[in-house]
């Protein structure tokens, strides 16, 4: 998992992953797995990494989720928040609410996968907005939620993809099944 890379090579001093309440660039486009249900499978697939937490202050608020409101929020107030993104997100950070307001609150870790593990002052040319941009490269996992997602609509399973804690809650939440076999697909975590 590219949290636990993160917090090994001491990129940052602490790395919390966020559960969106409503990731509502993903929400206006298909069905997303419920908050709670997203949050339960970021605490099982981090449990067992050193450094990394989850935090559900975007559930508590409640509405849409917006990393600017998450970053000005009083938990936050007192911190250097980075701003951890895979380079695919990177392009489009120009286009997130109030981008620009936020740009001059964080600084933004991109993660390459890559090998060597490098922290290097690269800045993405594909921004409009100056963005403080630094770059982390981490080992390739070749495994994506979208392939999770795919696996078990096939009726393949996610073993060997995800923990088996993680793999309990998609089978007990019947999650990602084929609608056809009669149960509810959702779609995308966090």
Known sequence: MVAGEIA????????LLVVANDPWQKSS???VTPAPVRLEMARAAVAPLVGVGVSDIEIRRG????????VTADEFASDDVVLVVG???????????RAADL????????????????VTDQADPSTAIPWRLARLAVPRVDVSSTMVRARVAEGL????????????????????????AGSTRSLGHR
């Open 63 to 70: 509405g849409p989720s917006y990393t600017f409101d998450t």
């Open 103 to 118: 740009a001059h609150l964080v600084e933004v870790l991109v993660v390459d996968r890559a090998t060597d593990g490098s």
């Open 29 to 31: 486009e298909r069905r």
């Open 87 to 97: 380079s695919d997100t990177a392009r489009r950070l120009d286009g997130w609410h």
């Open 157 to 180: 399973g996610a073993s060997g993809l995800v923990t088996s804690e993680v793999d309990r809650i998609i089978v007990e939440h019947r999650l990602y099944a084929s609608e056809g």
């Open 8 to 15: 090994r090579y001491g990129a940052v001093d602490e790395v």
